[in-house]
Nanobody, 116 residues
Framework: QVQLTELGGGLVQPGGSLTLSCAAA????????MNWYRQAPGKQREVVAS???????RYADFVKGRFTVSKDRTENTLYLQMTNLIPDDTAVYYC??????????WGPGTQVTVSS
């Protein structure tokens, strides 16, 4: 069974950058749609960025031009490069592997805090 682990969260000042990674273990996510979600306190989880099976990317409007989603050559690690961070980006960020409607894997999440 595939397990996902996010790394790279932390505290960053407004305008700063962070890169999150999501490593898959126990199986392959090659050819699987991968997503980054986030959840801020008191808010619903929302999709941030997606990398489709066709290797196209989709971004939420609030991160377009600031965040970039990608995979490494092995296709078993997903990244989220975040630049020009703002306080509203503060949230727990989750990696998701969408194999299909009946099989959806989530990582435990990593905290990103944007504050001066």
């Amino acid at each position: 069974q595939v397990q996902l682990t996010e790394l790279g969260g932390g505290l960053v000042q407004p305008g700063g950058s962070l890169t999150l990674s999501c490593a898959a273990a126990g199986g392959s996510v090659n050819g699987v749609e991968m997503n980054w979600y986030r959840q801020a306190p008191g808010k619903q989880r929302e999709v941030v960025a997606s990398l489709t099976r066709a290797h196209t990317t989709r971004y939420a409007d609030f991160v377009k031009g600031r965040f970039t989603v990608s995979k490494d050559r092995t296709e078993n690690t997903l990244y989220l490069q975040m630049t020009n961070l703002i306080p509203d980006d503060t949230a727990v960020y989750y990696c998701n592997a969408f194999f299909g409607s009946d099989y959806n894997v989530w990582g435990p999440g990593t905290q990103v805090t944007v504050s001066s």
